[in-house]
């Protein structure tokens, strides 16, 4: 793979990260999730990617072809709100170098930690990374009354 570039997103990064974002839940997430599951996953996706990267801390990893991953923290509460690889680029550690410099951008913000909520296909990938479970897993209804269940976690940053 060519040299990874981690930058903060910008608004034009908006289609390629969308993308991405829809590709990574049907072809990453499907071992554990059905079919309806991942299409209620994606929903409405438009308004909330732009409030990531208006709103929130966006990185985005660039190789040569572009972009191949991003992640996103609401700062204020120091949660981890989305990480996604294009799928052809997963298992090359594009989410690990993603997940890292949001850490230590987390580090220089003055946070403690970082939470999330892990979908079950990426708890390992986040486990791997230094997060643990942090209590029972849960279950959330979306449109059309589909649930989803994911798991709590969270990641004490040294300093
Ligand atoms: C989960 C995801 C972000 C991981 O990104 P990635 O670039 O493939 O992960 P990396 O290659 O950086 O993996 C880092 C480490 O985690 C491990 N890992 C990656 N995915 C894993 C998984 N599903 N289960 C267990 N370990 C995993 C890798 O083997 C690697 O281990 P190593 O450091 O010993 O080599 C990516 O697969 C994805 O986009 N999934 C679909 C979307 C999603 O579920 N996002 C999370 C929403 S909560």
């Known amino acids: 793979m060519d040299a990874l570039t981690i930058r903060n997103a ?59 991953g991003f992640v996103t923290l609401e700062p204020e509460i120091g949660r ?11 298992g090359r550690s594009v989410g690990g170098r993603l997940l890292e410099v949001l850490e230590e951008q987390a580090r220089g913000l003055g946070l403690a930690r ?10 390992g990938f986040y486990r791997k990374q230094g997060y643990i479970q942090a209590g029972p897993g849960y279950r959330v209804t979306l449109d059309n009354d589909v649930e989803l269940e994911g798991i709590p976690m969270e990641k004490p940053l040294q300093s």
Not at 25 to 54: C, M
Not at 114 to 123: G, I, K, M, R, W
């Open 10 to 68: 910008r608004a034009e990064d908006l289609p390629a990260i969308a993308r991405i974002y829809q590709n990574a839940i049907r072809h990453s997430a499907r071992s554990h999730y059905r079919p309806e599951q991942l299409e209620a996953w994606i929903g409405d996706y438009d308004a909330k990617l732009k409030n990531f990267v208006t709103r929130y801390l966006a990185l985005v990893a660039e190789a040569g072809s572009g972009i191949v």
């Open 80 to 90: 981890v709100r989305a990480c996604y690889v294009k799928p052809g680029f997963a």
């Open 114 to 123: 970082l939470t999330l909520d892990a979908s079950l296909n990426a708890a």
